[in-house]
């Protein structure tokens, strides 16, 4: 299947602080996906971008395609201790006519109040 | 608008036995696919099911099975349980748009002893 690797591994910042994260990829992807999964529960989707160089926003969360579609970006604007979880980056595996989604490996966020 | 349910939300079963997880899927949607979640990684496609039938499968054994009911909800079965199947096992629907937005279920995390 598809390598989708995410970095930073983890994350630890300070209540107001900006987060950028990313994802990249061996191969081209024509759909990204950012999830936020809490401990224990099931992820949940954040934001989809659907073109090379798209840009979009949700709130205090921006992310882009990457122009090669081979990486996508999501920064976090302005932090708060709710933004605590793991970040996921998803995509269609290639091959296949279905919406089957391969995830990247994680970014771990934690905010101190 | 109902959102993705899962049951049960926890299950301890011993190697060997065999168990079953079910997912309702999101009002409207038409696809659910499963995924095993190994803690501290990211979900792996297990197997998607459309219009009643299996609409591809992920690197799983055949011991992973499944079914898909008129009204879209879905069970996964997974037969002589092993211990490395020990997992959070989420449940993923979407709609017949044929975007590649799936939504989650809260997930059942199975304990193997």
């Known amino acids: 299947g598809q390598q989708l690797n995410q970095s930073p591994q983890s994350m630890f910042i300070q209540e107001g602080e900006d987060v950028s994260m990313n994802c990249t990829s061996s191969s081209i992807f024509n759909t990204w996906l950012w999830y936020k999964q809490d401990p224990g529960e099931g992820p949940v989707l954040l934001i989809a971008l659907y073109k090379a160089g798209e840009l979009t926003s949700n709130g205090r969360l921006t992310a882009q395609f990457g122009i090669t579609r081979k990486d996508s970006f999501l920064n976090i604007s302005a932090s708060i201790p709710s933004d605590v979880g793991i970040y996921f980056c998803a995509g269609p595996i290639y091959g296949g006519a279905t919406n089957k989604l391969n995830f990247g490996t994680g970014t771990l966020l934690a905010v101190q109040p | 608008e109902t959102g993705v349910t899962q049951s049960p939300t926890h299950l301890i079963k011993t190697r060997g036995q065999q168990v079953t997880l079910r997912c309702s899927s999101q009002?409207?949607?038409?696809?659910v696919s499963w995924y095993q979640q190994a803690l501290g990684q990211g979900p792996q496609f297990i197997f998607q099911y459309y219009r009643e039938e299996e609409n591809g499968r992920g690197n799983f054994p055949p011991r992973f099975s499944g079914l898909q009911f008129p009204n879209y909800s879905s069970e996964l079965n997974v037969n002589a349980l092993e211990l490395d199947d020990s997992a959070l096992y989420l449940c993923?629907?979407?709609?017949?748009?044929?975007?590649?937005?799936?939504?989650f279920g809260p997930g059942t995390r199975l304990t193997v002893t």
């Open positions: 993923a629907s979407s709609s017949p748009s044929g975007s590649y937005e799936q939504y």
């Open positions: 009002s409207g949607h038409n696809t």
